[in-house]
T-cell receptor, first 113, second 115 residues
Framework: ETGVTQSPTHLIKTRGQQVTLRCSSQ?????VSWYQQALGQGPQFIFQ???????GRGNFPPRFSGLQFPNYSSELNVNALELDDSALYLC????????????FGQGTRLTVV | AQSVTQPDIHITVSEGASLELRCNYS??????LFWYVQSPGQGLQLLLK??????LVQGIKGFEAEFKRSQSSFNLRKPSVHWSDAAEYFC?????????????FGQGTTLQVKP
């Protein structure tokens, strides 16, 4: 059984650019959530996808968007990058059976310069 | 609104000493509660969870936590800390009626272990 995998592990972008982060969910999981973790802070919920539909969104602007594919993998897209977007982005997958257990990937470290 | 508070930002204990990390939550219904651990630059690993039933739950790496509804607390404990336990610890509560893994996290507690 493979766990949650994220790519890339690190990347550096320039302010104003766009970025796409990718996540492969754990086998058998149909729900993917994305979190932003700023340095020294706890993770903040961005949004969740359940069976390819958005299922809840946190307090993030529309330039944060996502997709979930038929194989339940997911993308997080951020447009018009700002310096404050620099953070560790975590993907978590869940079985989606009403049990709220989330399994996290290793994260993508995004640095905006 | 749901929230999680971890009152201690940083804790230092000696190796072999006991440990208790505090967590208080605010939630209208019966909460689903979690403790995660994070090593520097890494993702989150689930230590233990409480959904219902026995209020004392056992987790991995010798950790346990006790749910106390009257105090809205879910404190994490370990009888004897090892140097490898040094990390960031996060308490979290499940958020939303669907309960499909949307979590609200506390700010975290950094654990330092002295030799």
């Amino acid at each position: 059984e493979t766990g949650v995998t994220q790519s890339p592990t690190h990347l550096i972008k320039t302010r104003g650019q766009q970025v796409t982060l990718r996540c492969s969910s754990q086998s058998g999981h149909n729900t993917v959530s994305w979190y932003q973790q700023a340095l020294g802070q706890g993770p903040q919920f961005i949004f969740q996808y359940y069976r390819e539909e958005e299922n809840g969104r946190g307090n993030f602007p529309p330039r944060f968007s996502g997709l979930q594919f038929p194989n339940y993998s997911s993308e997080l897209n951020v447009n018009a990058l700002e310096l404050d977007d620099s953070a560790l982005y975590l993907c978590a997958s869940s079985p989606g059976t009403g049990v709220p257990e989330a399994f996290f990937g290793q994260g993508t470290r995004l640095t905006v310069v | 609104a749901q929230s999680v508070t971890q009152p201690d930002i940083h804790i230092t204990v000696s190796e072999g000493a006991s440990l208790e990390l505090r967590c208080n939550y605010s939630y209208g219904a019966t909460p689903y509660l979690f403790w995660y651990v994070q090593s520097p630059g890494q993702g989150l690993q689930l230590l233990l969870k409480y959904f219902s039933g026995d209020t004392l739950v056992q987790g991995i790496k010798g950790f346990e936590a006790e749910f106390k509804r009257s105090q809205s607390s879910f404190n994490l404990r370990k009888p004897s800390v090892h140097w490898s336990d040094a990390a960031e610890y996060f308490c979290a509560v499940a958020h939303g009626s669907s309960n499909t893994g949307k979590l609200i996290f506390g700010q975290g507690t950094t654990l330092q272990v002295k030799p």
